[in-house]
């Protein structure tokens, strides 16, 4: 497709079980990035991947989130235990180069921690 | 700490008028700026970007302005359509870094018809 592809667009799960979100970014994107905006708050950023690079990975909260880039292209961002505080939606957005231009967001995840 | 604050979390402007939202920011190595337009349910879509060699960058009804001295930015929307309602957010990120952009907590605006 000609955007950024998330899914699943809700996820609900029950407090403790693990989770996986995709994300699928615009072809030739080398860049990718997860943000999560909580109830109220800004959004928030978690993980950066470009291209063959180690990851940037300071904003991930715990130990609890992960993230992985296949290939250059599909991520998947994995939240395990899952606790209440992670309810949230889950933005990836995608954009090219390592030169900052404007990121294209996903419609995001929204997920809900039961 | 929140590094890129948006301090007045709703805006109401009467439709025609304009609409002045604000963003300030801590990180004096900011140097590029932009403003995103976010719809409920789907993700958040680029407005308009402002690097700080300019003071100023305009689009259409959307111009943003930049003062680097007060670390303050500002998007006006003249004149205010009722299809601008949504929240707006301010980012700001280092050029050449690419890695993060620091967001605001959004400002809801509301064009009244």
């Known amino acids: 497709g000609a955007g950024v592809s998330q899914s699943p667009s809700n996820k609900v799960t029950e407090k403790g079980k693990d989770v996986e979100l995709r994300c699928d970014p615009i072809?030739?994107?080398?860049?990718l990035y997860w943000y999560r905006q909580s109830l109220g708050q800004g959004l928030e950023f978690l993980i950066y991947?470009?291209?063959?690079?180690?990851?940037?990975k300071s904003g991930l909260p715990s130990d609890r989130f992960s993230a992985e880039r296949t290939g250059g292209s599909v991520s998947t961002l994995t939240i395990q235990r899952t606790q209440q505080e992670d309810s949230a939606v889950y933005l990836c957005?995608?954009?090219?180069?390592?030169?900052?231009?404007?990121?294209?967001f996903g419609q995001g995840t929204r997920l809900t921690v039961v | 700490d929140q590094q890129v604050k948006q301090n007045s979390p709703s805006l109401s402007v009467q439709e025609g008028r304009i609409s002045i939202l604000n963003c300030d920011y801590t990180?004096?190595?900011?140097?590029?700026f932009l403003w995103y337009k976010k719809y409920p349910a789907e993700g958040p879509t680029f407005l308009i970007s402002?690097?700080?060699i300019k003071d100023k960058n305009e689009d259409g009804r959307f111009t943003v302005f930049l003062n680097k001295s007060a670390k303050h930015l500002s998007l006006h929307i003249v004149p205010s359509q009722p299809g601008d309602s949504a929240v707006y957010f301010c980012?700001?990120?280092?050029w050449g870094r690419g890695n993060q952009f620091y967001f605001g907590t959004g400002t809801s605006l509301t064009v009244i018809p």
């Open positions: 957005a995608s954009s090219l180069g390592d030169q900052i231009t404007e990121a294209f």
């Open positions: 991947f470009q291209g063959n690079s180690a990851p940037d």
């Open positions: 980012a700001a990120s280092e």
């Open positions: 990180n004096s190595m900011f140097d590029y």
């Open positions: 072809s030739g994107h080398t860049a």
């Open positions: 402002i690097s700080s």
